[in-house]
């Protein structure tokens, strides 16, 4: 899925977000500078902002809308509390933080909690103005590592003394209303905060270790969620398979792939485009990533039996039309699932195979009868995420031996590929953002009698790519053409010979 460009580094604006939000002024640094105003501002509140900035520079006048969200954008690294936001616009960023806790204080002292707070804050902010998915909070002897997840990458950013991991821990848990004296289970909670007027959903999960609580925080940006499928980067031809076996009135369409690889994304973007008053659309999910308008959402409670079977069975009670399923974990899951299909409903699911056609044999392993998969099965998307080049600093290369060999160009064939460099637009990372690696296994009736019969899956691989695009060729089109570097796309895709030898 595409993202958006990760933010480059900036210092706190001169002028507050208090004030900036109150009376609609705002300094914008740049090439040049200039100041934001917002439709109908006090004018006199810009003499204040010049006075502040220590210049006279030029006015940009926008509407209100415009204006903030060009505030959001500006003050992306500004605190996430009110309590904490004035000392947060002191520190110029996280390790002065850092730096600035209290080196002897007890901080479960209750007068001692700012720092905490502001800690907390400052990584969470920093994490969302690096576009970071997750935040690793992880206690060792020596020290807190603070680890970012950005672009599918983790990255140590920080460190903290080990004193300090039960009171970040502990006030973690307060936010997102967990039992802080239970130390001994995993919890899983969710906070909502709000960063610079973006409502930001945190998914909290703690889990015991031996230096302590290890915890991890996965942020969700509902601003910058997009779920319509031209903004997915499928290929054309798999958006038009896609697209048409979401039109069909039943059967199964399953997204495949490993753990972050953006499936649910997909299947949210499927739902959008189906997504119409006419139709009974209810999704039993673990747990409800984003909320959907006019879509029933349920969420999945094992500890009071609220499994994905029992939410399924529930769910196929309320008189739906199209059903979502997070995943298809168990035979039981897989049977309502198939049932469902029968009877008239689209069924949309996900499950963790490596290919397409893979997941057919998982479904079989499960213990779903081959004759019932072939009457079900509509289509099998399978997709990995890969990082973007920077578009600004990229640097072209003749492709090496090895590279032209997997590529399996000629020998006197120029190639010409990419590899990250680093500049400011990108963090000095090389990679802006992450885009999809797809392939699509629509079912037909020939496929359908592979299934029935339990043909090989090499059989069938072959049958389904014979003019369609596998993971592997579809990132290599991608390497060729500059979007990404081919170490990721090897990085992601397994080799195709194993897939041919039926691996």
Excluded at 109 to 124: E, F, K, T, V, W
Excluded at 253 to 266: E, F, Q, R, S
Excluded at 319 to 335: F, K, L, N, S
Aim: aromatic share 4%.
């Amino acid at each position: 899925m595409a993202d958006t460009e990760t933010p480059v580094d900036k210092p706190v604006p001169p002028i507050s977000y208090s004030f900036a939000r109150e009376k609609g002024i705002a300094f914008e640094p740049g090439t040049p500078p200039v100041f934001l105003v917002r439709s109908g501002a006090d004018r006199r509140a810009l003499l204040e902002a010049r006075r502040v900035v220590g210049r006279t520079l030029p006015v940009r006048e926008m509407d209100a809308s415009r204006y903030d969200k060009a505030l959001s954008d500006i003050y992306a690294f500004d605190g996430l509390d009110e309590d904490a936001r004035e000392a947060d616009e002191q520190a110029d960023s996280l390790s002065q933080l850092i730096d600035d806790m209290p080196a002897n204080e007890d901080l479960l002292n209750s007068q001692s909690d700012a720092p905490i707070i502001r800690l907390i804050n400052g990584l969470i902010a920093e994490a969302i103005r690096t576009a970071a998915s997750d935040i690793h909070v992880e206690p060792f002897e020596d020290r807190v590592a603070i680890r970012y997840r950005i672009d599918g990458v983790l990255k140590e950013t920080a460190s903290v003394a080990p004193k300090l991991a039960s009171p970040l821990v502990s006030r973690i848990k307060v936010m997102s209303r967990l039992d802080i004296a239970e130390r001994r289970v995993p919890q899983d909670g969710r906070l909502t905060l709000t960063l610079g007027g973006k409502a930001v959903d945190v998914r909290v999960s703690t889990l015991p270790s031996r230096h302590g609580e290890r915890v991890v925080l996965r942020l969700l940006d509902n601003s910058e969620t997009r779920f319509s499928l031209a903004d997915l980067g499928m290929p054309d031809d798999v958006q038009e398979a896609f697209e048409t076996a979401l039109a069909q009135p039943n059967g199964i369409i399953l997204v495949t792939g490993p753990t972050g690889a953006g499936k649910t994304t997909t299947l949210y973007a499927g739902l959008n485009r189906l997504n119409e008053q006419t139709r009974n659309i209810l999704t039993v999910e673990d747990p409800i990533e984003y909320a959907i308008d006019g879509i029933g959402q349920t969420q999945v409670n094992a500890k009071v039996g609220m499994t994905f079977a029992a939410g399924l069975r529930a769910i196929l009670r309320q008189d739906p039309d199209i059903v979502m399923v997070g995943e298809i974990r168990d035979v039981e899951t897989a049977e309502i699932a198939v049932q469902a299909s029968l009877t008239g409903h689209l069924v949309l699911s996900t499950v963790h195979t490596n290919s397409a056609i893979a997941a057919i044999a998982r479904l079989r392993d499960m213990g779903v009868e081959s004759y019932l998969l072939a009457s079900t099965l509509t289509a099998i998307v399978a997709q990995r995420l890969v990082r973007r080049l920077c578009p600004h600093c990229r640097e072209a290369y003749p492709a090496l031996p090895a590279e032209r060999r997997w590529l399996g160009a000629s020998n006197d064939e120029e190639v010409t590929l990419y590899q990250p460099k680093g500049c400011d637009h990108c963090n000095h990372l090389g990679f802006i953002g992450r885009t999809g690696l797809y392939e699509i296994v629509v079912v037909d009736d020939k496929l359908r009698q592979f299934i029935h019969d339990d043909v090989r899956e090499n059989k069938m691989n072959n049958y389904a790519f014979k003019t369609r695009n596998t993971l592997q060729l579809h990132g290599r089109h991608m390497a060729l053409a500059g979007e990404t570097s081919l170490a990721e796309v090897m990085r992601v895709c397994r080799d195709e010979g194993s897939r041919n030898a039926g691996v």
